[in-house]
């Protein structure tokens, strides 16, 4: 037991270490604490760095988003995109990407760089092009994942990526017992993911969980 509480220990300070690792500018600051003020969850640290490196990795030059928030996963990958690429970004509360906008300008982005679409990204996914996007980044109402991940692979070139932040649900997703729908609904997402022919999937343990996978 004393073994297993050490090793535990030291996964957790590494996991912490890991999503402070890279540090966050003032303009990432204040967007988060616009988001803490409207009760908003945002990507951790972590995540962001993720994002940014996913990013970069595929070299995006079209990039849609679905939870726009206050910006700061929005400020995460526009740094990891291209200089002249551009970020579509949905929410269905335009006051909260009043803020993302206010922040993509402190951090020095054209207002060029980034689409803002109000609305249920249910309602606004099926109207964008079809293989029109390097990288699709999914962090609005969980419920929906399953069907965000339909609209990604429509939405993808071949070799672009589909990211889902929150997959562990705090825990909940691989605790006992019955669970809510939502985490119902992120089990199947998992499954889907994992079992499908089309998709090289990974399960990132930062933040609150980000599940990734590259379009075949």
């Known amino acids: 037991m004393g073994q297993e509480s050490v090793i535990t220990g030291n996964r957790q300070t590494s996991w912490a270490f890991a999503d402070a690792y890279v540090a966050e500018d003032d303009t990432l600051l204040w967007a988060r604490e616009r988001a803490r003020e409207a009760g908003l969850r945002t990507v951790s640290p972590g995540a962001g760095a993720a994002l940014r490196l996913l990013a970069a990795s595929v070299d995006a030059k079209a990039v849609a988003e679905i939870g726009t928030g206050t910006g700061v996963s929005g400020i995460h990958l526009l740094h990891g995109m291209r200089p002249d690429g551009v970020l ?3 929410d269905t509360e335009p006051e909260h990407q009043q803020f993302a906008r206010q922040a993509f300008r402190a951090a020095g982005f054209a207002t060029n760089r980034a689409r ?3 609305g249920r990204a249910l309602d606004v996914l099926p ?3 079809d293989a029109g996007y ?3 980044f999914c962090d609005g109402d969980r419920l ?3 069907e ?3 609209e990604s692979l429509r939405l993808l070139r071949p070799g672009g ?3 889902f932040e929150g997959v562990f649900a705090h825990g909940r997703t691989v605790g006992p017992g019955p669970q809510p729908t939502e985490v119902l609904r992120l089990r199947e997402l998992l499954r889907t993911v994992r079992e499908s022919p089309d998709l090289v999937s990974s399960l990132l343990p930062v933040g609150d969980g980000l599940l990734c996978a ?3």
């Open 148 to 150: 965000y991940l339909a």
């Open 161 to 163: 990526l589909v990211a």
């Open 116 to 118: 803002f679409i109000p």
């Open 88 to 90: 579509t970004t949905v």
């Open 134 to 136: 390097d990288l699709v």
């Open 214 to 216: 590259v379009k075949r």
């Open 127 to 129: 109207r964008l092009a």
């Open 144 to 146: 929906e994942y399953p």
